[in-house]
C-alpha cells in the first residue's frame, strides 16, 4: 500500500475501516492497471471539475451522447468530446456507436463502484450534522449503476443479514439455504445472477453513509425487481430513486426494513 495510503488508514475509529475499504475497492479495479496507468493519471481524470460531472451524470447506468454530457456539464460540444476522449482513453468511460450517434457510459460496474467509493474520501461537511433519521433526496435512495445505493440500500442489507437472507464472507455475500426461497419468492433469479464473470454479492462502500450496500449481480437483480414492482420509481433525469408506500410495505414484510423520515408516494 502506497505510503499515503498508510498513513490514510491509520486514522483511528470508523474512518479507518472506510478508508481501508475505500482502498480495498480501489486495489481491485487498479491492481491489473497500475503496471501501465498510474494514479497520477488516474486523478488527472477525476480533478477536472467538467469531467467529474460527467462521470457524475452517468453513474445511473444509463448513455448519453456527447451533446446531452456537454449541456449536464455546462461545457461547449468541442469541449464535452475532448474529455469523453480523455475518459474513454483513461478507461473510465465506453462509447457505443449506434448509426450516427455515440452512446457514452461507465464502462463497467465495478468502476462504476470505485468511483461511488472514492465520494467517501470527501471532507467532511461544516456544521452541525443533520439528524440522522432525517434523510431525503439523492441521499435516501439513488441508481448507483444498475443497484441500489443511499440509506435505503444500507438498511436494506442490513435487514438481508438480520433475517439471514445473506452472510458476510470478507467483502462477498452468501446467500443461505432459507435465503434461496425468500429471494427466488421475491423473484429474483439466483442461478442468472451466478452466471458470468461478475462478483455476485459484493459490498459497495456507500459515499453518502460510509457504510456498505449490496452491489454486483445480485445488487442488479435486486433493483430490477424493486423497480419491476413498483416499490421504487425512477426520477426523470436523475439517480434519486422515489420508494412508493407499496415498497414501503413491502420491504418491512420481506426483511423488516421501515426506512425512517421518508414520506412515501402513493402506488
Not at 73 to 83: D, I, K, L, M
Not at 120 to 130: E, H, I, K, Q, S
Not at 225 to 243: D, P, Q
Amino acid at each position: 500500500m502506497p505510503e499515503r495510503w498508510s498513513r490514510f488508514t491509520r486514522i483511528g475509529g470508523a474512518h479507518a475501516s472506510v478508508r481501508a475499504e475505500v482502498w480495498a475497492h480501489w486495489r481491485r479495479y487498479a491492481g491489473g492497471m497500475l503496471a501501465a496507468t498510474d494514479l497520477a493519471s488516474i486523478g488527472a481524470l477525476l480533478g477536472d471539475h467538467s469531467r467529474a460531472r460527467i462521470l457524475a451524470e452517468l453513474l445511473d447506468g444509463r448513455a448519453l451522447t456527447a451533446t446531452e454530457l456537454g449541456a449536464r456539464a455546462g461545457v461547449a460540444p468541442p469541449t464535452a468530446s475532448e474529455h469523453l476522449a480523455r475518459l474513454v482513453g483513461g478507461g473510465l468511460l465506453a462509447v457505443d456507436v449506434q448509426g450516427r450517434h455515440r452512446y457514452y457510459r461507465i464502462a463497467s460496474a465495478e468502476i462504476a463502484d470505485v468511483l461511488e467509493a472514492i465520494g467517501t474520501l470527501r471532507p467532511p461537511a461544516a456544521g452541525p450534522r443533520p439528524d440522522a433519521d432525517v434523510v431525503t433526496g439523492i441521499r435516501f435512495a439513488r441508481s448507483c449503476y444498475d443497484h441500489l445505493a443511499g440509506r435505503l440500500a444500507v438498511d436494506l442489507r442490513q435487514g438481508l443479514l438480520d433475517r439471514r437472507v445473506l452472510v458476510a464472507d470478507g467483502a462477498e455475500h452468501r446467500v443461505t439455504p432459507m435465503g434461496e426461497a425468500v429471494l427466488a419468492g421475491f423473484g429474483v433469479d439466483l442461478q442468472q445472477a451466478r452466471l458470468g464473470q461478475r462478483s455476485f454479492a459484493r459490498g459497495c462502500l456507500d459515499w453518502t453513509e460510509r457504510r456498505p450496500h449490496l452491489a454486483g449481480s445480485l445488487g442488479a437483480a435486486l433493483l430490477r425487481r424493486l423497480l419491476e414492482r413498483g416499490w421504487l420509481v425512477r426520477c426523470v433525469g436523475s439517480r434519486e430513486l422515489e420508494l412508493t408506500a407499496a415498497g414501503r410495505r413491502g420491504l418491512a414484510e420481506l426483511v423488516r426494513v421501515e426506512p425512517p423520515g421518508r414520506p412515501a408516494l402513493q402506488g
